[in-house]
């Protein structure tokens, strides 16, 4: 397939990183068209399809999948009103929400585009506190599940296992209700559960850019499937 995405297309991120005002974005909005929001929504078209064989539970939607380019400064000493990046994600159809609703909505897929720092990535990213009960609990009930999918070669090689650096993913001692020794010790200090891997800028840019996250995407499925169940959305065989 023709490539989506084109070296103009980090020439705007860049462009907008340095003119990050409202003036600015709005004369050169049919750029932002053109060069980002086109190939985005092109993008989760063909995850749809793709994910209709993989794993019909996920969507991808070109108006619910991509988050909005933006900000929201309410709470921010950066009073920026744009994102310098774009991103989507493909998520389960059984909640069906898709991004800028609420963040209990199940494990799924992200894939993010910003000059020098692309990247895709799936999981459940810090959950609300019930849905991170529920994922605990089932240590619980599938652990041995929970192992296979995560200890994966390709988790382990491709991504370099769960993320674990950023402040507030991983507790100093284990959650209230949880002793020393229990079986599942090692992933019960973790708040998030998420898997990802940086792009570089040549890989966004091929015609194969959807081979190469599809191929990161299945990789991290067995991982996601697991999460989703744990929260009671369930795999499905057809759409």
């Given at each position: 397939?023709?490539?989506?995405?084109?070296?103009?297309?980090?020439?705007?991120?860049?462009?907008?990183?340095?003119?990050?005002?409202?003036?600015?974005?709005?004369?050169?909005?049919?750029?932002?068209?053109?060069?980002?929001?086109?190939?985005?929504?092109?993008?989760?078209?063909?995850?749809?399809?793709?994910?209709?064989?993989?794993?019909?539970?996920?969507?991808?939607?070109?108006?619910?999948?991509?988050?909005?380019?933006?900000?929201?400064?309410?709470?921010?000493?950066?009073?920026?009103?744009?994102?310098?990046?774009?991103?989507?994600?493909?998520?389960?159809?059984?909640?069906?929400?898709?991004?800028?609703?609420?963040?209990?909505?199940?494990?799924?897929?992200?894939?993010?585009?910003?000059?020098?720092?692309?990247?895709?990535?799936?999981?459940?990213?810090?959950?609300?506190?019930?849905?991170?009960?529920?994922?605990?609990?089932?240590?619980?009930?599938?652990?041995?599940?929970?192992?296979?999918?995560?200890?994966?070669?390709?988790?382990?090689?491709?991504?370099?296992?769960?993320?674990?650096?950023?402040?507030?993913?991983?507790?100093?001692?284990?959650?209230r209700g949880y002793d020393a020794g229990?079986?599942?010790?090692?992933?019960?200090?973790?708040?998030?559960?998420?898997?990802?891997?940086?792009?570089?800028?040549?890989?966004?840019?091929?015609?194969?850019?959807?081979?190469?996250?599809?191929?990161?995407?299945?990789?991290?499925?067995?991982?996601?499937?697991?999460?989703?169940?744990?929260?009671?959305?369930?795999?499905?065989?057809?759409?």
């Amino acid at each position: 397939m023709p490539r989506l995405f084109t070296p103009e297309t980090f020439a705007y991120l860049r462009a907008l990183t340095r003119n990050n005002r409202r003036e600015w974005f709005e004369a050169h909005r049919p750029e932002y068209a053109r060069t980002l929001l086109a190939p985005m929504r092109a993008l989760a078209e063909e995850f749809d399809v793709q994910f209709a064989t993989l794993a019909p539970e996920f969507v991808g939607d070109p108006k619910r999948s991509l988050f909005r380019i933006y900000r929201d400064v309410r709470f921010s000493k950066d009073k920026t009103p744009y994102k310098t990046h774009a991103a989507m994600w493909v998520y389960h159809r059984s909640p069906g929400r898709g991004v800028g609703k609420e963040i209990d909505g199940g494990a799924g897929f992200y894939f993010h585009v910003e000059p020098g720092a692309s990247m895709v990535a799936g999981g459940l990213w810090m959950p609300p506190r019930p849905s991170l009960n529920k994922v605990r609990a089932h240590f619980d009930a599938d652990l041995a599940g929970w192992k296979k999918a995560v200890d994966a070669r390709a988790i382990r090689t491709r991504f370099g296992g769960l993320n674990d650096d950023e402040p507030g993913i991983m507790l100093k001692r284990l959650p209230r209700g949880y002793d020393a020794g229990h079986a599942a010790e090692r992933w019960l200090r973790y708040n998030s559960f998420t898997v990802s891997r940086t792009l570089t800028d040549a890989e966004v840019l091929s015609p194969k850019i959807v081979e190469t996250a599809m191929k990161d995407f299945t990789a991290m499925l067995p991982m996601v499937r697991w999460l989703n169940r744990a929260l009671g959305y369930l795999p499905a065989t057809t759409r």
